[in-house]
């Protein structure tokens, strides 16, 4: 759900403002006292914004956007006026300084959960609120009854499993699952909300497929994760109760959500196989998965992986394996010179024909980007959905933000490889520290996008582990193109 309210900064439209607040508020199932604080919260910072954004008898606009998924809500007041200082902006928030009387005490007393400030560069700045409409967590509720499943636990007898689609009544059991295999260290945290799981489900961002022991119980949960604005979805949120490994449940999980992919028409789906072991990249590999990128650390090292790997060096990486449920088709792209022999092999392990274009300059003065951000994981992904000739100085001030006031620790540029611009936006970046990570086919709506990180902390290869000789390369690769950004920054 998205719901935007543009208005001119005029004290006037205030009634307007309330009423816009007030009627999308209740949709959301909010009780009347969240309903009325968050209402108050929000028509006082469109009050302030009103004085104080644009030059005093200066018309301007304001924008109210409210947008609605997974099971929480972002409320974004946004204005192109007088430029400030975002770093101040965000100290005085967090520190109760921002003259706007019980904003920052709102998240202390659970009305907003998340709250900060973003530039916008020539399109000016933003205060973005975020609520999430279930807090209720497995992990609170189920911490003595359901504990971690040890790692010596016997194996249940063989047996016929049912391997089917998820019911939105089934999320109680799928979050505990989650729990007992992962604690309370999986990086995606929705995981662990049964009432986010059963929005996702019910709104069709994520679909599940389960296995189910002879007397009904949860023994493996997999799930299409549909993240990307391109034809592809993601295979995520695998888990197997250590009782049931070695049935071949990942694998028959992964067949059911292949055919479920293939039946709405995707390109192909993809899956994040983690390196602290080798089994789902075994997993992939058997499914014809073919790989086409890494992520360099986007996990963090405390997560836990149910006795298979406990404790971790460094944060965890993932190797990227595509899918294709359709012929792959020729593509021309824009690559620097630089990249363009192992961008050459990448399209080649796809089973993909590619032509390099002629590089060129953006064409549109301003770009866009879209932001995801995972707090949890100190993880995040810049997707460049327009190329501009603002988009490096756009995505440097972006980083900075990310890294300096929400502490992420490992950041993802993608960048459309259908632009001509984009080989030069990949050398500017590179003179920043982002380093060369692999190739996304379908991420985006126009096509493949080229991927790109930035790591506050190196990484070391020895605690890597790789099933194929290809992953081998292509991780050595990133890890070399770590290595020469940062020398030459």
């Given at each position: 759900?998205?719901?935007?309210?543009?208005?001119?900064?005029?004290?006037?439209?205030?009634?307007?403002?309330?009423?816009?607040?007030?009627?999308?508020?209740?949709?959301?199932?909010?009780?009347?006292?969240?309903?009325?604080?968050?209402?108050?919260?929000?028509?006082?910072?469109?009050?302030?914004?009103?004085?104080?954004?644009?030059?005093?008898?200066?018309?301007?606009?304001?924008?109210?956007?409210?947008?609605?998924?997974?099971?929480?809500?972002?409320?974004?007041?946004?204005?192109?006026?007088?430029?400030?200082?975002?770093?101040?902006?965000?100290?005085?928030?967090?520190?109760?300084?921002d003259n706007l009387s019980g904003l920052a005490e709102s998240v202390v007393q659970g009305v907003?959960?998340?709250?900060?400030?973003?530039?916008?560069?020539?399109?000016?700045?933003?205060?973005?609120?975020?609520?999430?409409?279930?807090?209720?967590?497995?992990?609170?509720?189920?911490?003595?009854?359901?504990?971690?499943?040890?790692?010596?636990?016997?194996?249940?007898?063989?047996?016929?499993?049912?391997?089917?689609?998820?019911?939105?009544?089934?999320?109680?059991?799928?979050?505990?699952?989650?729990?007992?295999?992962?604690?309370?260290?999986?990086?995606?945290?929705?995981?662990?909300?049964?009432?986010?799981?059963?929005?996702?489900?019910?709104?069709?961002?994520?679909?599940?497929?389960?296995?189910?022991?002879?007397?009904?119980?949860?023994?493996?949960?997999?799930?299409?994760?549909?993240?990307?604005?391109?034809?592809?979805?993601?295979?995520?949120?695998?888990?197997?109760?250590?009782?049931?490994?070695?049935?071949?449940?990942?694998?028959?999980?992964?067949?059911?959500?292949?055919?479920?992919?293939?039946?709405?028409?995707?390109?192909g789906w993809y899956a994040d196989s983690v390196t602290v072991h080798i089994y789902t990249q075994?997993?992939?590999?058997?499914?014809?998965?073919?790989?086409?990128?890494?992520?360099?650390?986007?996990?963090?090292?405390?997560?836990?992986?149910?006795?298979?790997?406990?404790?971790?060096?460094?944060?965890?990486?993932?190797?990227i394996y595509f899918h294709w449920l359709t012929e792959p088709e020729h593509r021309t792209v824009?690559?620097?010179?630089?990249?363009?022999?192992?961008?050459?092999?990448?399209?080649?392990?796809?089973?993909?024909?590619?032509?390099?274009?002629?590089?060129?300059?953006?064409?549109?003065?301003?770009?866009?980007?879209?932001?995801?951000?995972?707090?949890?994981?100190?993880?995040?992904?810049?997707?460049?959905?327009?190329?501009?000739?603002?988009?490096?100085?756009?995505?440097?001030?972006?980083?900075?933000?990310?890294?300096?006031?929400?502490?992420?620790?490992?950041?993802?540029?993608?960048?459309?490889?259908?632009?001509?611009?984009?080989?030069?936006?990949?050398?500017?970046?590179?003179?920043?520290?982002?380093?060369?990570?692999?190739?996304?086919?379908?991420?985006?709506?126009?096509?493949?996008?080229?991927?790109?990180?930035?790591?506050?902390?190196?990484?070391?290869?020895?605690?890597?582990?790789?099933?194929?000789?290809?992953?081998?390369?292509?991780?050595?690769?990133?890890?070399?193109?770590?290595?020469?950004?940062?020398?030459?920054?």
């Amino acid at each position: 759900m998205e719901m935007e309210l543009r208005l001119t900064n005029d004290p006037r439209l205030m009634p307007i403002v309330q009423a816009f607040m007030h009627s999308t508020l209740k949709q959301f199932g909010l009780v009347d006292a969240a309903v009325t604080s968050i209402e108050k919260i929000v028509t006082e910072v469109v009050s302030h914004t009103i004085q104080h954004a644009y030059p005093h008898g200066e018309e301007g606009a304001i924008t109210l956007k409210v947008t609605e998924a997974s099971g929480k809500f972002e409320i974004t007041i946004s204005d192109d006026g007088l430029p400030q200082d975002i770093h101040q902006l965000e100290e005085e928030l967090h520190d109760g300084q921002d003259n706007l009387s019980g904003l920052a005490e709102s998240v202390v007393q659970g009305v907003i959960d998340e709250m900060h400030w973003s530039a916008l560069g020539p399109n000016g700045k933003a205060l973005h609120l975020i609520k999430w409409i279930h807090d209720d967590a497995v992990i609170d509720a189920n911490s003595d009854t359901s504990p971690q499943i040890p790692e010596d636990a016997p194996l249940a007898p063989q047996q016929e499993y049912n391997i089917r689609k998820a019911v939105p009544e089934e999320a109680l059991q799928i979050s505990q699952l989650i729990y007992r295999i992962y604690g309370n260290t999986y990086f995606n945290e929705d995981v662990y909300y049964p009432d986010r799981v059963a929005m996702q489900h019910s709104n069709g961002s994520v679909l599940s497929v389960i296995a189910t022991d002879t007397e009904g119980n949860l023994a493996g949960h997999c799930a299409l994760e549909f993240n990307n604005e391109g034809p592809v979805a993601e295979v995520g949120q695998a888990a197997v109760d250590p009782r049931h490994r070695a049935r071949g449940l990942l694998n028959q999980m992964k067949d059911a959500l292949g055919s479920e992919a293939q039946s709405r028409g995707l390109a192909g789906w993809y899956a994040d196989s983690v390196t602290v072991h080798i089994y789902t990249q075994k997993s992939n590999a058997h499914h014809g998965g073919h790989v086409c990128g890494v992520g360099l650390g986007v996990s963090p090292r405390n997560e836990s992986f149910g006795g298979i790997a406990q404790t971790l060096a460094q944060r965890v990486s993932c190797v990227i394996y595509f899918h294709w449920l359709t012929e792959p088709e020729h593509r021309t792209v824009f690559v620097s010179e630089r990249h363009q022999e192992i961008i050459l092999d990448i399209y080649a392990n796809l089973g993909c024909t590619v032509t390099f274009g002629d590089a060129g300059t953006p064409s549109d003065k301003h770009g866009t980007l879209l932001i995801n951000m995972n707090p949890r994981a100190h993880f995040a992904v810049i997707h460049v959905t327009k190329l501009g000739q603002d988009s490096v100085q756009s995505i440097r001030r972006a980083a900075r933000e990310l890294i300096e006031m929400s502490h992420i620790e490992a950041l993802l540029v993608e960048l459309p490889l259908e632009d001509p611009g984009a080989p030069e936006t990949c050398e500017a970046l590179e003179t920043y520290g982002f380093g060369f990570t692999g190739v996304g086919p379908h991420f985006s709506a126009g096509g493949d996008v080229l991927k790109m990180e930035y790591l506050v902390e190196p990484l070391e290869k020895n605690p890597i582990k790789l099933f194929e000789p290809f992953a081998e390369r292509l991780v050595a690769y990133a890890l070399n193109e770590q290595r020469r950004v940062r020398a030459s920054m």
